[in-house]
């Protein structure tokens, strides 16, 4: 039975049962709770034959949050859900909140009838609002996304996004929107960006107000991992935490890969796992935020390498002679260009909570991205619905922002993002929200904690094929990768969504199970979609919604 810290279960307190296979889930983020919960569910696996292995203290991987009011909060992001993410809302329809009077996927849809996200400021500069910016696309521009929607991503083969447009079309509304609502770069993928561009064509009429996009009530940890992880406890999945997994043993049966046993370190002792005939293993292959650090309101973040984890260094073993498991060197060898930092602020005062609101038409959760434009840093920060934290008490206050060009020196604070401090992150911010007089008393009351990740943005890396593993790889028997480096068709990395499809896939393929997941939603095949993704590129909404 697990300790009554969850996360720290002696995995040698009680015997796992061994008359049926057992399943060893590694790497302890949604893909692999994913898969615990689908192999309960589906595969009739017991709890007690389910281990997930993970390296950190804490689960959720990039799903975290945590901290104090005394000490700041911090979290190094948050995704996005919406209504069309089907895995993950088939995974929670089963999964009761804490309080467990929903479930969390009843939660979420209810909480986003309410609390609508329809921005009244998406982009911010001059000191003013811009409501709905039209998106400023030539008939060329949009020639060459429709003409990108329709190239076959074998010919986009490791070609980036400024190849396929010209440098007019980085300076448009549109492509700010739109990198800094899912972090693109002009040198990332163009198979990616593609996707993209289909995966959520149906949001495209309400992008320039951010309509359709969901949010969970809490932070996502709170939220999607807690409830999770609790529902696991109560069937008896085991946990291995702080335990580092430095190689697979790989035999050959029979002309298949086959895992014979996983080598784990934990602290100084280094032990095998054995995997036997009808064991299965799930691998979450590197990790997007792998080698993050944290830094404080007077010091800046250091920047780590791929060698800061396990993750990685993981995949480079599996990947060395054996092509079917992909090239990680794709994703890990341009740091430059996969890096950005983010920050969370814990405000003990009001002032500032209330400033942007009246600055921007928004209350906390309403608006969702406030980009600004002006910005050398191309820094955009978020309000969230307060409390955004589990037991965040109610004169505290939390907010979320990132900068995409962390290397080019601030616009108010002359140094690099990636160089700056939270006190510096912060005067920052404020100068672009044009507040002056009250600087002092929100900075005497702010803990700003900067978040630098070198990987945050790898798998938007120009690939191609075969760079990414299959959830299946070829010729293997008892294995699969699941997260955000495996190959599934049409659907999009950077999302919830897709690590969860790939845990769905892997589940259902391991046990031979006559089940498909959802099949990803296309809107490019609803006229209607069509039709308002139409008008809004060329900027023919409805008159009184663009521009103001």
């Not at 995995?11 to 590694?26: H, I, N």
């Not at 859900?81 to 849809?109: M, R, W």
């Not at 003990?348 to 840093?377: M, Y």
Request: hydrophobic residues 40%; charged residues 20%; aromatic residues 10%.
């Amino acid at each position: 039975m697990p300790t009554t810290d969850p996360f720290h279960e002696d995995p040698d307190t009680a015997p796992v049962p061994r008359d049926e296979g057992r399943a060893f889930l590694v790497g302890g983020g949604i893909a692999s709770l994913a898969a615990a919960s689908f192999l309960i569910r589906y595969g009739d696996m017991r709890g007690a034959d389910i281990t997930i292995i993970d390296e950190g203290a804490l689960l959720g991987g990039s799903l975290d949050g945590g901290g104090s009011p005394e000490s700041g909060y911090s979290l190094r992001g948050g995704r996005m859900l919406e209504s069309k993410y089907l895995c993950t809302f088939d995974l929670f329809a089963s999964i009761p909140t804490l309080e467990g009077d929903k479930t969390v996927t009843e939660e979420i849809f209810d909480w986003n009838a309410v609390m609508k996200t329809s921005s009244h400021s998406r982009l911010f500069s001059g000191g003013k609002r811009h409501v709905a910016p039209e998106f400023g696309l030539t008939g060329h521009h949009i020639h060459g996304l429709e003409r990108l929607a329709i190239t076959p991503e074998a010919i986009l083969d490791r070609s980036t996004i400024a190849d396929q447009f010209d440098a007019d079309f980085f300076k448009t509304n549109f492509w700010l929107m739109w990198c800094t609502t899912f972090a693109f770069q002009p040198w990332h993928s163009a198979v990616e960006f593609k996707r993209y561009l289909l995966r959520f064509a149906h949001m495209v009429g309400g992008f320039n107000r951010l309509e359709g996009i969901m949010r969970t009530r809490l932070n996502q940890y709170d939220s999607l991992v807690r409830p999770l992880h609790a529902w696991l406890v109560a069937r008896g999945v085991r946990f291995r935490m702080k335990t580092v997994v430095t190689d697979l043993r790989l035999a050959d049966d029979e002309g298949m890969t086959v895992v014979r046993g996983i080598r784990i370190a934990e602290g100084t002792k280094t032990s095998e796992i054995r995997v036997d005939t009808d064991d299965y293993v799930l691998l979450t292959l590197g990790s997007m935020t792998e080698g993050s650090s944290l830094g404080s309101m007077d010091a800046a973040p250091d920047l780590l390498g791929a060698n800061a984890g396990g993750g990685w260094a993981l995949w480079e073993k599996l990947a060395d002679g054996r092509p079917q498991f992909g090239r990680p060197a794709v994703f890990t060898d341009n740091v430059d260009r996969s890096k950005w930092v983010s920050f969370t602020t814990t405000l003990h005062d009001a002032t500032l909570i209330a400033l942007i609101r009246d600055a921007t038409g928004n209350v906390p959760g309403e608006g969702g991205l406030i980009t600004f434009p002006e910005s050398s840093w191309l820094a955009s920060i978020v309000i969230p619905y307060q409390p955004h934290f589990l037991g965040q008490p109610d004169d505290v206050a939390v907010f979320w922002g990132y900068g995409l060009t962390v290397d080019a020196p601030g616009d108010f604070v002359r140094k690099p993002m990636a160089d700056c401090t939270g006190r510096e992150i912060m005067i920052e911010i404020l100068g672009h929200l044009g507040i002056v007089a009250e600087t002092e008393t929100i900075l005497a009351s702010a803990t700003c904690i900067p978040c630098m990740m070198p990987f945050i943005t790898s798998q938007f890396m120009p690939r191609g094929h075969g760079d990414r593993p299959d959830v299946i790889p070829a010729d293997t028997a008892n294995l699969a990768v699941i997260g955000q480096y495996c190959e599934l068709p049409d659907d999009c990395v950077f999302t919830v969504e897709y690590s969860v499809r790939s845990a769905q896939t892997a589940v259902y393929a391991l046990l031979g199970l006559r089940r498909s997941p959802p099949a990803v939603y296309k809107g490019i095949f609803d006229p209607r979609v069509l039709f308002k993704a139409f008008l809004a590129l060329h900027d023919l909404a409805p008159a009184g919604t663009h521009g103001r």
